[in-house]
């Protein structure tokens, strides 16, 4: 298999893909069980096109569902939002219906200075 075929990830981005902890695959390392490259000291593990591909789609899949829930948080506090002002609007109709209108009086004269 060509190994441009596939893409290499760190040993926690393989951990996160994989769901394996990071001493496992420190050991499998260690032992050859996975193909593995090191460069400035830290590793980097194989993965084929084919789990590339899954690779990809499940990591869209978790940002459409990050990106759901934070429109659903957004959605949560606009309605909230909007509640407080709807109240608001409330308050302000039922302390106007109970004020009479004030007149069209003009503001006191400034006095003068010399």
Known sequence: MNASSGVWLSINDYSRYKDVSISTIRRHIKNNILKYKEENGKYFIYVPSTEKLRLREEEEVLKIKL?????????????????????????????????PMPSMELPPELPKLL
Request: hydrophobic fraction near 30%.
């Open 67 to 99: 990106e759901t829930e934070l429109l659903r948080t957004q959605i949560r506090q606009l309605r909230e939002e909007n509640n407080e002002l709807r109240m608001l609007v409330e308050l302000y109709e039922k302390q106007s219906a109970n004020k």
